[in-house]
């Protein structure tokens, strides 16, 4: 049973998909998360409950947010299912669904966007050519960075893979590690570019979930292990 280094803190979650296609998920975490100071939180949701349209790209943002696990009933553009899934759960609702990433959901929405009053509560970091899209289509604009993944060094258990959600998870991971000789999935194109300025990754998850990328990253494996 291939070992495939888990790299998120959300390893309960995570691991869960990597055993379903016969991988073994190890939990090596290279992330921390740091929310923002609490007038940026509270500025955030301000402008959330007088937005027309919140992004939002991750089930992360969404507990930062609303910690207490429910939130108001705002009209939302999801990226993923997993998050959509999220927003349903806690009271918000799903208006417009992107699949493969930010930048799928800008484009789904573009009417929309194009008059609408937007604001995105995201982490620290998100993909720049995306937030510059948004910025362009919108009618109006308001970003807002309400937490950021810190990189911390993994443990040393041996893996035959390592899987990674966030471009501070690889600057973790080589705080101690390397990629070198390891097969590399990615999620999403940020992570993916942080990967390939040491070496191409093996695997890119069709969507962003770590159920995509498991599934992906089996597939792969078959072929070439």
């Known amino acids: 049973m291939t070992r495939v280094a888990v790299t998120t803190d959300r390893f309960t979650e995570a691991a869960v998909a990597f055993a379903r296609v016969g991988l073994k998920p190890v939990s090596l975490p290279c992330i921390r998360v740091q929310a923002a100071d609490e007038g940026v939180l509270a500025q955030a949701r301000e402008a959330a409950s007088i937005a027309d349209l ?68 995201h982490a620290a970091g998100s993909d720049p050519v995306a937030l510059e899209l948004l910025s362009e289509r919108t009618f109006d604009f308001r970003a807002f960075e309400v937490y950021r993944s810190v990189p911390v060094a993994p443990g040393p258990a041996p893996v035959r893979a390592a899987v990674f959600a966030s471009p501070s998870a690889v600057e973790g991971w080589l705080l101690s590690r390397s990629v070198d000789g390891l097969v590399i999935g990615v999620i999403g194109p940020t992570t993916r570019k942080a990967v390939a300025r040491y070496r191409p990754p093996d695997v890119m998850a069709p969507q962003p979930s770590h159920h995509s990328l498991a599934q992906a990253l089996a597939s792969y494996l078959e072929v070439t292990v």
Request: glycine fraction near 12%.
């Open 54 to 121: 919140v992004l939002i790209s991750s089930v992360r943002t969404l507990e930062v947010l609303w910690p207490n696990g429910s939130m108001p009933a705002l009209e939302v553009g999801a990226v993923g299912e997993r998050t959509a899934a999220a927003v349903k759960a806690r009271g918000g609702r799903v208006v417009l669904l992107g699949r493969s990433g930010l930048a799928d959901l800008v484009e789904r929405g573009a009417d929309r966007l194009a008059s609408s009053r937007i604001v995105f509560p």
